[in-house]
């Protein structure tokens, strides 16, 4: 069994740096006929901040999970539709979130550039961003 969850830093400082400077602007506007739009992008930042602030990865019962924060976006296959795992590096212009890498797939990923490619048997590929790439490896060929 594996379990790890890694906290996305790289998604909450600037989020939170957003909503300290639209807090900022709130009262700036406040009155104004655009107070709305401040309000809105608010809610929507601190919505990304909820669903983006960490990333667990599972592996049992022959299944490996990966999903951010509450599980409300979420990934779950069998081990058994794995081909082959690899320790690959993202390019930084990847970002974090859920992602579409052309030729590497779907990507999780809220912090670092280390990550985990998965080829599946149908040929698509899936990466799990990690800190711990090793041990994910390691897991998943045990699983």
């Given at each position: 069994m594996y379990r790890h969850t890694q906290t996305g830093w790289f998604i909450i400082v600037p989020l939170a740096a957003a909503l300290v400077m639209m807090s900022a602007m709130y009262f700036e506007v406040?009155?104004?006929?655009?107070?709305?739009?401040?309000?809105?992008?608010?809610?929507?930042?601190?919505?990304?901040?909820?669903?983006?602030?960490?990333?667990?990865?599972?592996i049992e019962g022959g299944n490996i999970y990966v999903g951010f924060s509450f599980g409300l976006i979420k990934k779950i296959m069998k081990l058994s539709d794995i081909e082959?795992?690899?320790h690959v590096r993202n390019r930084w212009w990847y970002g974090w979130g859920v992602r579409y890498v052309h030729g590497s797939g779907l990507m999780f990923n809220v912090s670092g550039l280390d990550a985990v490619e998965?080829?599946?048997?149908?040929?698509?590929?899936?990466?799990?961003?990690?800190?711990?790439?090793?041990?994910?490896?390691?897991?998943?060929?045990?699983?």
């Open positions: 406040y009155g104004s006929d655009y107070i709305w739009v401040i309000r809105a992008v608010f809610i929507v930042v601190v919505l990304c901040l909820l669903i983006f602030y960490n990333l667990t990865v599972a082959s795992c690899e998965l080829t599946l048997k149908d040929g698509k590929k899936f990466r799990i961003g990690t800190d711990e790439p090793a041990k994910l490896i390691e897991a998943i060929k045990a699983g």
